[in-house]
């Protein structure tokens, strides 16, 4: 079993940034595949972003390009996305999300966070 466990949403203003973190433990949670995915009102939920726990390898969807960033420490078994430049359409909430390896399907994913809501005003 893999737990994990979303921190970090809140209010944030366009053009500010915003830290949200995902705390990862249980059995061979390093092997698996990590990534962000996001539910806004009304919308499907949606790919932001995956990686590897060594943090070679990394996706983005086109929309966060650029803004977003995913990122690892594995030191204290977390998970980051850092938004910066976030926009009123990247309002949602974002789960983090453990797969069976790097992939940017969510039906590929075993493991899911419980969420944290992310509200940006403009």
């Known amino acids: 079993q893999v737990q994990l466990v979303e921190s970090g949403g809140g209010l944030v203003q366009a053009g500010g940034s915003l830290r949200l973190s995902c705390a990862a433990s249980?059995?061979?949670?390093?092997?698996?595949?990590m990534g962000w995915f996001r539910r806004a009102p009304g919308k499907e939920r949606e790919f932001v972003a995956s990686?590897?726990?060594?943090?070679?390898?990394?996706y983005y969807a086109n929309s966060v390009k650029g803004r977003f960033t995913i990122s690892t420490d594995n030191a204290k078994n977390t998970m980051y996305l850092q938004m910066n430049s976030p926009k009123p359409e990247d309002t949602a909430v974002y789960y983090c999300?453990?797969?069976?390896?790097?992939?940017?399907?969510?039906?590929?994913?075993?493991?899911w966070g419980q969420g944290t809501q992310v509200t940006v005003s403009s």
């Open positions: 999300a453990a797969a069976r390896g790097l992939t940017m399907k969510p039906d590929e994913y075993d493991y």
């Open positions: 990686t590897n726990w060594d943090g070679n390898i990394r």
């Open positions: 249980g059995r061979a949670f390093s092997r698996h595949g």
